[in-house]
Structures are given as C-alpha cells and as structure tokens.
C-alpha cells in the first residue's frame, strides 16, 4: 500500500560517545510489533500559517511500512496540514526515542482506509469508514465530532536516540 520507499538511502551516525550507528530496522521492528497494541503517545508538530509551530497528540499506526495519523478536519493540525503537508511525528518507543519528519497526505482511497481501520479496530478503536473518513462512537476529546481524516506519513528522515542497550544515535534518510 506504500508509494515511497521505507529502507533508507542514506544514514549518519550522531552519536557522540563512540557507540555504533543504529539500524533502523530496531525502530521500525517496534513500530510493527507495538502498534496497534501497545498505549504509544505519539505527537505531531506541524506549521501554522503564520510560521509558528503547533504540537498536538495524535491516533498513529503503522501498517505496511507506512505510518498512518487521524485526525479531526476542524482541528488546528488538519488545517495546517491541509496548507503544508510537512510535520514531524514523534514517539518514546521500547528503549528508543523517535522522530520522523516527511509529508502527511490525507487518504481517502476506499481500500487502504478499510485496511487501516481494521488495524485500529485490533487495537481497541471501533473506527469505522464511512465516505473517506472515519467515524467511531468516540475518538481523542480534542479530536471534534466525526468524521476524522487520516493522513499518511511520507518518511524523508527519522532521528533514533536508543536509551537502552546498545545505545547510539542515528539518522536515516528515505528517498520520497
């Protein structure tokens, strides 16, 4: 269901303590295995029109190599997203911080959002498609009334910073 490539083309070691570079297939392997199960936090900074930044709390999953975001139409993320799609995503996972920066599109091919929904059904969010957009009996309190939009994160780069062992720090870049 991807339409970019999810292996990187390039990556830099950023650590500053003599440990090895990261592969990136520690974060992404936790993003397959803890999504949609795990309680993950994941946040999304997007750009305001006038330049200023806006943090907000975001549903994410990833699924098929991609990672997918919802959010409410109304909300102050969808609206800067819809001016300029370029957002960085951030989430603590299982001994490692990450911080994925690309472009959030939002989806409304009938295919991907019934695949998505049932990924978060399996997770414990009765989310439904209806049109192109979700609809459940509740969603985040911050998110509006439905219907909520889902977005789909084209990866340009991701910063890893592993708390745990082996430790390091490493950047990946991605073709897009």
Do not use: Q
């Not at 650590?15 to 936790?30: I, Q, T, V």
């Not at 991907?112 to 957009?133: F, I, N, Q, S």
Request: aromatic residues 10%; proline residues 9%; negative net charge.
């Amino acid at each position: 269901m991807t339409d970019y490539m999810t292996e990187p083309t390039s990556t830099r070691n950023l650590d500053r303590y003599g440990n090895a570079e990261l592969p990136w297939s520690r974060p992404r392997d936790l993003l397959v295995s803890e999504t949609p199960t795990s309680d993950l936090t994941f946040f999304v900074a997007t750009v305001r029109p006038n330049g200023r930044p806006h943090i907000a709390g975001v549903g994410a999953l990833w699924v098929d190599d991609a990672l997918y975001i919802v959010s409410g139409p109304g909300t102050r993320k969808s609206r800067n997203l819809a001016a300029n799609p370029a957002c960085s995503v951030s989430v603590r996972l299982r001994g490692i911080d990450l911080v994925m920066e690309g472009d959030a599109h939002r989806v409304t091919d009938a295919s991907t959002l019934e695949h998505v929904a049932a990924m978060y059904r399996k997770g414990g969010w009765p989310a439904e498609v209806d049109g192109d957009a979700f609809t459940a009996p509740y969603s985040a309190p911050s998110a509006g009334p439905p219907p909520w939009y889902l977005y789909r994160l084209t990866l340009h780069s991701a910063v890893g910073v592993a708390g745990a062992e082996p430790h390091g720090a490493t950047r990946w870049d991605f073709a897009h």
